[in-house]
């Protein structure tokens, strides 16, 4: 078979999204099922909606359009607030967008009415992780015009954490959140379908707190995918955290020296790297490099280690593996690395199971 690939188990991924929907539904939290690290991918997202995801969500218009094009069935909510010159897309091609700027919502509006469309916004409170985010005391101006807006429908408020700053999605946040949801329904006589609270860091939340507030809505992408929680990159428990497995081969094993010899300047990645002799080793080259993945965020299942990489090449220490040309390693792969490799085209996706 084809590598360098990466291999995609289907099943552990349903597992994942039912065991989420599960665990979050015993709180009536509903999962938005976050397709940005599969790039879209169809059919993972379907293993989503089959288990039951009604709302896809995607920081790229792109990945979007490939799962409507893949006969996809769900909802599609843009992560990423609009940019201004992809407006129009926006509203064709997705039920929700989550906004933090008025110019951008108008713009919004405008193509709402022309097509003909009621387009649904989430409005981005900012709560301190200082990614996007309207800031608490602009929020009552920011709603008083939006429900002015021709063509756009204003179903709910949500936040995001531990993505720029890293500042926990905790009780207090969360509260806050909750009442500034309960204080626009009361001051505007709305009512508010979505406050979506967070991502993958708010598990711990989730699980310490006895209340958890207006809160029904969290979007999940590496707690499905990868079986984790994104504040400390805790395993949670009864899911699968290997649904993803990098397999790559070896062009060329030989004996060779462990430190580089001649005249010392700049590697491919502009470092001057220091060497320690440590004799003759079994060397080996993986078809695969840096332009692929990154190489820093994945680890061999094998018993060998990585000596370093270029952009197309990664050289490990192969004396305890002792592998042969042909043979292949496997890795699993921490959240950067996989974003890459499942967006990267020169990496043949193959689902199993
Ligand atoms: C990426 C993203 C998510 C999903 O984050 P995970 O940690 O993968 O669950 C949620 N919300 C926004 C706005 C995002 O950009």
Redo the contacts with the bound molecule.
């Keep these: 078979m084809r590598t360098p690939r990466i291999d995609i188990d289907i099943r552990k991924i349903a597992h994942n999204t039912q065991q989420l929907k599960k665990f979050y539904g015993t709180k009536k939290i509903e999962i938005t099922g976050?397709t940005?690290?599969i790039g879209g991918n169809p059919k993972i997202a379907t293993v989503l909606v089959d288990n039951g995801i009604q709302i896809l969500?995607d920081?790229r218009i792109e990945n979007i359009k490939r799962m409507i094009k893949g006969g996809v069935q769900a909802q599609y909510l843009l992560?990423?607030t609009p940019s201004l010159s992809q407006v129009e897309e926006v509203v064709i091609y997705t039920d929700i967008s989550?906004n933090s700027e008025l110019k951008i919502l108008k713009e919004l509006s405008k193509y709402a009415v022309i097509h003909h469309i009621i387009h649904k916004v989430v409005l981005m409170v900012e709560l301190g992780d200082l990614r996007?985010g309207i800031m608490p005391l602009e929020i009552d101006n920011t709603v008083k015009e939006v429900l002015e807006l021709k063509g756009i429908n204003f179903i709910g408020i949500g936040s995001?954490f531990?993505?720029y700053g890293g500042i926990s999605p905790d009780i207090n946040k969360m509260n806050e959140l909750s009442s500034i949801a309960i204080h626009l329904e009361n001051k505007f006589k709305i009512s508010l379908t979505i406050i979506s609270g967070?991502?993958?860091?708010n598990y711990n939340w989730f699980q310490s707190s006895k209340s958890i507030g207006r809160i029904n809505n969290l979007?999940?992408?590496?707690?499905i995918f990868l079986g984790r929680e994104?504040l400390c990159r805790k395993a949670i428990p009864n899911l699968f955290t290997d649904a993803f497995t990098l397999v790559a081969e070896i062009i060329e094993t030989k004996i060779k020296p462990s430190k580089p010899y001649g005249e010392v300047h700049q590697n491919a990645n502009g470092k001057i790297k220091k060497f320690k002799d440590k004799g003759e080793m079994n060397r080996g080259i993986l078809a695969i490099g840096r332009q692929d993945v990154a190489v820093s965020g994945i680890m061999p299942k094998q018993n060998l280690s990585i000596l370093g990489a270029s952009s197309d090449h990664i050289v490990i220490d192969n004396t305890k593996s002792n592998l042969k040309v042909g043979d292949t390693v496997e890795f699993s792969l921490k959240?950067k690395a996989l974003l890459r490799v499942l967006n990267s085209s020169d990496i043949t996706k193959n689902l199993i199971n």
């Design positions: 976050v940005k690290l969500a920081s992560l990423r989550l996007e995001n531990a993505c967070g991502n993958s860091a979007r999940l992408g590496e707690s994104a959240y």
